[in-house]
């Protein structure tokens, strides 16, 4: 097995999250990175709207139903706008496309491996996630200008529990690098009629173990989320840690972010 770097970082400043992972596809993509493969498991200190890498901010984002300070901030990946609120769970995956199994060196190949990952991170918690190709009128993809959440957009594949969409993953590649990032929304979804996100629950119980009642926490899915990631990419994610260069490198970017939000 390779070697990769594992960095937990939960209840994130939204703009430091997105500056993160902009940060770990700029090290991936590197002549000579440090780790050829990153994963990392995080969640939002408070509520924020991000939107695809071709997105038009101004036309999928409702800015006057936003609540007052609600960060809006362009993602590295593509995909659709996503209000994140702070029960959800999300991750990102940089990688040097080598690095993982040779069926995963496609995008296609890799979202498949990325969300059967997540299926069996998802059922190791007492979760029966599923991932399959959903061929009834409720799953068929909605295009049209109305259709601007990521949970309201239904693909081909999709991760469910009890028939409701639960992850949206995006993902970019630059080269023979790779990034994906993930949404988890298994304690349910926000209404925000900013993105038209519709709120809904997710018929779900988490297993006593791992969780509270029924909310999953990044704590409490850690150490499985580590352990099924490295088994299936064949790849042993060490903890890792920010020097303070690499903390000088985020800052910037989050700098970045957040004087030109919107900015590509």
């Known amino acids: 097995m390779s070697e990769g770097l594992f960095y937990f970082t939960p209840k994130a400043d939204p703009y430091f999250a997105m500056a993160f992972d902009a940060w ?3 090290r991936c993509c590197a002549q000579n990175p440090p780790a050829r493969a990153v994963l990392r ?13 071709n997105q038009n901010a101004e036309e999928v984002v409702d800015m006057a139903s936003l609540p007052e300070n609600t960060p809006v901030i362009r993602r590295i990946t593509g995909g659709r706008a996503i209000y994140h609120d702070c029960d959800e769970i999300t991750f990102s995956l940089g990688a ?16 498949s491996l990325v969300s059967e990952t997540i299926v ?14 959903h061929s009834d009128a409720g799953f068929r993809k909605q295009t049209g200008a ?10 081909r594949y999709e991760i469910t529990v009890g028939g409701q ?18 949404s988890i929304k298994i304690n349910g979804i926000t209404d925000n009629p900013a993105v038209r996100q519709t709120g809904r629950p997710v018929p779900v119980e988490v297993s006593p173990s791992v969780g509270r009642g029924k909310t999953l926490t990044p704590d409490s899915m850690r150490e499985i989320f580590q352990d099924v990631f490295s088994n299936r990419l064949a790849v042993t994610f060490q903890p890792g840690e920010l020097s303070s260069d690499d903390c000088q490198a985020v800052s910037i970017l989050q700098g970045n972010l957040m004087h030109f939000p919107l900015e590509k």
């Open 24 to 26: 770990l596809f700029e």
């Open 96 to 111: 040097v496309l080598t690095e993982l199994p040779l069926p995963a060196r496609t995008l296609s190949g890799a979202n």
């Open 120 to 133: 069996d991170v998802l059922r190791r918690l007492g979760i029966e996630a599923v991932w399959a190709r």
């Open 41 to 53: 498991l995080y969640s939002w200190n408070c509520p924020a709207v991000t939107v695809g890498y």
């Open 146 to 155: 109305r259709v601007r959440s990521c949970f309201d957009s239904i693909s």
């Open 165 to 182: 969409k639960v992850v949206g993953i995006a993902q970019r590649r630059r080269g023979d690098c790779l990034i994906q990032q993930g």
